[in-house]
């Protein structure tokens, strides 16, 4: 059982940076993709980015694209995202996800097996 915990939620204005991190314990990290969600007020939870178990690949929704960066560390079994120039359209609750293995359907969350409690992100105009 692998339990995930998100951090790093907060306010910021419009332009400005936060990183999320993702504290993963219980299983093999390495064997694990990683993936962040998001979930606006109103709306459903969203894509973000996922990242392969080795870090080797990554892919993003096209509206993060250039501003948002996943990454990991294995050996601390922690999953980042970087976030820059920030927008008020990118206030949401933010969530981490794994799952075993990597595959064509890394967009959906129906997928992912574990998840974080989220975290709040808000970006100020």
């Known amino acids: 059982q692998v339990q995930l915990v998100d951090s790093g939620g907060g306010l910021v204005q419009a332009g400005g940076s936060l990183r999320l991190s993702c504290a993963a314990s219980?299983?093999?990290?390495?064997?694990?993709?990683m993936a962040w969600f998001r979930q606006a007020p109103g709306k459903e939870r969203e894509f973000v980015g996922t990242?392969?178990?080795?870090?080797?690949?990554?892919y993003y929704t096209a509206s993060v694209k250039g501003r948002f960066t996943i990454s990991r560390d294995n050996a601390k079994t922690t999953a980042y995202l970087q976030m820059n120039s920030l927008k008020p359209e990118d206030t949401a609750v933010y969530y981490c996800a794994a799952r075993l293995g990597f595959g064509s359907t890394y967009a959906s969350d129906r997928v992912y097996d574990y998840w974080g409690q989220g975290t709040q992100v808000t970006v100020s105009s």
């Open positions: 990242i392969n178990g080795s870090g080797s690949t990554t």
């Open positions: 219980g299983g093999t990290f390495g064997w694990y993709a």
